[in-house]
């Protein structure tokens, strides 16, 4: 995938991160209900928002991060070993900062 492709597949990952936050954003400012019993359950669905949007906010941190790799041409190539990551782990991952190898290591570590 040339350069530019990855720039636009990193932007428009970018762009679904930001929408999902507002999104998150949103339902958490909601008001709630006066009944108890669902304010509880409100409560816990506001807990599950919230980790989700932790995820999404660290998620648009990778994303700009894969963006700085992307510019410096360090984009691709393992942050562990200094290999390249394989193209086709980049194509489904392309967030990726490790190869197989080393990604499969620090997982058993």
């Known amino acids: 995938m ?3 492709n990855r720039e636009q597949q990193l932007a428009n990952l ?3 991160y930001r929408a999902r936050r ?6 958490l400012s909601q008001t709630r209900s006066a009944d108890f019993a ?3 359950s ?19 941190i990778d994303v700009q991060h894969a963006q700085e790799r992307l510019a410096s041409g360090e ?8 290999e390249d990551i394989q193209a086709a ?3 489904a991952m392309p967030l990726a900062e490790l ?3 080393c990604a499969q290591k620090a997982e058993h570590a």
């Not at 507002?22 to 339902?27: N, T, V």
């Not at 984009?75 to 200094?82: D, H, L, P, T």
């Open 89 to 91: 782990r980049l194509e």
């Open 22 to 27: 507002e999104a998150l954003r949103r339902d």
């Open 99 to 101: 190869c197989i190898a």
């Open 2 to 4: 040339s350069t530019l």
């Open 75 to 82: 984009y691709g190539c393992c942050k562990a070993c200094g």
């Open 14 to 16: 970018a762009a679904e």
């Open 38 to 40: 669902e304010q509880a």
């Open 42 to 60: 409100e409560r816990e669905n506001d807990e599950v928002l919230n980790a989700l949007l932790l995820e999404t906010e660290q998620a648009l």
